[in-house]
């Protein structure tokens, strides 16, 4: 029997189910702007494959949650004909919001990793006493004192989650409406974001692998590098997610905006504003951090040659 995709209610619950899981591995694999910026900043901030593979199931889990929770108000949503909400929910502004939200605690948890704290406050002492300006500069290795938190993942994944992509569409407005009854309405959801879960944990592992390679610098250079590398694409990633949020509300016509590939598969068939920002935020800051972050590491903490 074929798989219809846009017609679930052919192939039964279970192969209803079956594609949630697959449409999640795939959405977990694919760029994409409401996982990929945010699992690679937790996973890399950890530094270590444990840590890093707990950081993509953390988030996951909160994005889960979120999807089954909204699976099933969608299913309510369509056997109630609540219309209004449904065309809220798929509005820009809507998408503009969720940009906006997740923006402000990507810039917030960057905060926190960067400078201890979790929002801005002026110290006139250290501005106005000049032998402390150097406190201010990034390249101070002191200067990036916390670890992400994994309390801040499952947050961030819970809002996150209210993104809405190709995939949360298929799940939300033809998935979870062909379910056979209330009890049923949060199943498509929650199997998408344990399919999601299934890519995020493997890739939050390859990441944390990654970082834990760079074996010159030792131990306080790597957790440097770490939080260098996570602080700078949480945080100035934050502003370009609610920068972009704003446009989106003021200019909804940008979400149109699309190139189209030959590669069948949702979230790179059509190049969107979303796989532009996962090249802006995770190739264009995370390559840039990670390259300054190594030099300061190996001036700061590099092995020293053994004298003859």
């Known amino acids: 029997m074929a798989i219809n995709i846009l017609d679930p209610i052919a192939g039964g619950l279970l192969m ?8 999640g591995i795939v959405h977990g694999i694919t760029p994409d702007e409401h996982t990929w910026p945010i699992t690679f900043s937790y996973a890399i901030g950890s ?20 999807r089954a929770v909204m699976s099933e108000v969608m299913f309510f949503i369509f056997a109630y004909g609540l219309t209004s909400f449904k065309d809220f929910i ?43 300006k150097r406190t201010y500069r990034h390249e101070e290795t002191d200067f990036y004192k916390k670890d992400v938190k994994m309390s801040m993942a499952i947050i961030h994944g819970l809002i996150a989650g209210f993104g809405f992509g190709a995939f949360a569409l298929i799940i ?14 949060f199943l498509p959801g929650l199997i998408f974001g344990l399919g999601t879960m299934t890519a995020q944990f493997a890739f939050g592992a390859l990441f944390g692998t990654w970082i834990r390679r760079v074996k010159k610098i030792g131990i306080k250079g790597l957790k440097f590098v770490a939080r260098y590398i996570s602080a700078t694409v949480l945080l100035y990633g934050g ?7 704003v446009f989106v509300i003021f200019f909804p016509q940008i979400l149109s905006f699309g190139i189209v590939t030959p590669i069948q598969v949702e979230n790179l068939s059509n190049l969107g504003i979303g796989f532009f920002i996962v090249i802006a935020i995770v190739c264009g800051l995370g390559i840039v951090a990670y390259i300054k972050a190594i030099r300061i590491a190996t ?10």
Do not use: Q
Not at 16 to 23: A, G, H, V
């Open 172 to 185: 939300y407005f033809i998935f979870a409406p062909s379910m056979p009854g209330p009890a049923f309405g």
């Open 47 to 66: 530094g270590s494959t444990k840590k890093g593979a707990e950081a993509g199931l953390v988030f996951s889990l909160g994005f889960t949650i979120e």
């Open 90 to 132: 798929s509005s820009s502004l809507f998408f503009g919001l969720v940009y906006i939200v997740v923006g402000a605690v990507m810039y917030i948890a960057g905060r926190y990793v960067k400078y201890g704290e979790y929002y801005p406050h002026i110290e006139l002492d250290k501005i106005l006493n000049r032998k402390l």
């Open 299 to 308: 001036e700061k903490f590099g092995k020293k040659p053994k004298r003859s």
């Open 16 to 23: 209803t189910l079956f594609l949630s899981y697959i449409l």
């Open 239 to 245: 502003l370009v997610f609610a920068v972009t949020g």
